[in-house]
């Protein structure tokens, strides 16, 4: 699992996380870098107050406020669905002082809300590998287009960064639109999976927080646990078929509905020279 310097340095380990990342120091096929404190990635926070299985969500607890005030956080994208969202409403908006907003993915891997973990909780599913993931992004992908563009569109606008992008588990849909904005700002394509692999590293054996409830479904937990994983080969797939489907990222975006004067204003909002203090 690839966890070099780089990625590594992204983490930010404060209380009630796990996946908290600052993307800033990824670099660019053209000399750039990522400014720190613009961009970040993470998994649902819960009110720590909340009756909720701390388990499977990060949970804040107030007396770590000015850890997270400090991230200077102005904009938080929800990218979960209503039923995730009813059933754990996202305190990153308290935490951080950022103005919420959303943009609906009905899709989801981990988290006991999710479409995938309904479908094997409801008997559909009995196993679940790398290819099936990929499967799932890629339709993800094909079907919610103008939903990505969206969400890109409104991260470009003019005092929406710093950002934090969210959904539960800071894997799957984050996953995807973190590996779209790096495509776009021209990170290599080896450092986006990478990004996207750390997860691993960060929530290793997250199918054990889900193992109970999985077996009295009648699940083998080890047949499923890709669900609840970031297998490099996943989101290589995808990303080819964006290649191969959609002519990349950016011809994907427009193509759904995204200006392309977008990818101009991320590029100039995100990234700057390395030698810029």
Sequence with gaps: MPDGPTLTSTHLAIPGTTNLRDLGGLSTDDGKIIAHGRLYRAEVLARASDDVLNALHGAYDPAHAQKFRALGVRSVFDLRSDREFDSTPS?????????????VFAEGGEGKE?????????????????????????????????????TLTALAEEGSLPALVHCTAG?????????????LLGVPRQVIVDDYAYTQVLRPNRVDAYASMLREAGVKPQ????????????????????????????????????????ILALRAALLVDPAQP
């Design 114 to 150: 999710t479409g995938i973990v309904l479908r094997i909780m409801a008997g559909e599913l009995r196993k679940f590998d790398a290819e099936d993931l990929a499967d799932f992004y890629r339709e993800t992908i094909d079907r919610a287009g103008a939903t990505f563009a969206a």
């Design 171 to 183: 894997k799957d849909r984050t996953g995807l639109v973190i590996a779209l904005v790096l495509e």
């Design 91 to 103: 305190a990153w908006p308290e935490a951080t002082g950022g103005e919420a907003q959303r943009f």
């Design 223 to 262: 047949a499923v646990r890709v669900v609840f994983e970031t297998p490099a080969e996943a989101m290589q797939l995808t990303l080819a078929h964006v290649d191969e489907a959609h002519g990349g990222a950016a011809a994907y975006l427009v193509a759904a509905g995204m200006d392309r004067k977008v």
